[in-house]
């Protein structure tokens, strides 16, 4: 079945660069998404990315997809305390019903 | 602004009680979705519904029930049925492929 797969923990200093990684199974996948989710919040689409590009950045993020390996990663410039949250991947499956599936959610904790 | 609105924000519920938690879009998004979420486990779909007057079953179903009389509402029903209903849960819509889901800010249950 479907399942997608995520570290549960990292941490950076501020002003790093935080890298956070997802594997996932359906090969057929056309799009691939990063959520953020601030603590009590709802999640809040930060990027995606399209299965037949390997990358795409948007300001300080970088998404880099290698779909032989079924891996997407999400990397995050100079992070800042803002950036503290959970980041869940997600990917897209069931044809015309567009479901997602989530990753279990990475914490990220940006240290002072 | 167009939105996804959840409410309550928490609720308190007795076991063995019937609760509903609102889920209201002005976003004219025709799929709308329930997902749960339990710490460490990601996010579950519960019930999705792709057009008015009609749903369908997620991967964790058995417990819940929804209605779809209008475009833009998705209650969600939790019954007694339903062994362990405290979490996170969030409802989300979004207008088609590729465009990603815009979520509400969640309404968090507790059984007392």
Known sequence: GEDVEQSLFLSVREGDSSVINCTYTDSSSTYLYWYKQEPGAGLQLLTYIFSNMDMKQDQRLTVLLNKKDKHLSLRIADTQTGDSAIYFCAESYGGATNKLIFGTGTLLAVQP | ?112
Not at chain 2, 29 to 34: E, L
Not at chain 2, 68 to 91: D, G, I, M, W
Not at chain 2, 97 to 108: I, M, P
Request: net charge positive.
């Open chain 2, 1 to 112: 602004d167009g939105g996804i609105t959840q409410s309550p924000k928490y609720l308190f519920r007795k076991e063995g009680q019937n609760v509903t938690l609102s889920c209201e879009q002005n976003l004219n998004h025709d799929a709308m979705y329930w997902y749960r979420q339990d710490p460490g486990q990601g996010l579950r779909l519960i019930y999705y519904s792709q057009i008015v007057n009609d749903f369908q079953k997620g991967d964790i179903a058995e417990g819940y029930s929804v209605s779809r009389e209008k475009k833009e509402s998705f209650p969600l029903t939790v019954t007694s049925a339903q062994k362990n209903p405290t979490a996170f849960y969030l409802c989300a819509s979004h207008r088609g492929q590729g465009t990603g889901y815009t979520f509400g800010s969640g309404t968090r249950l507790t059984v007392v």
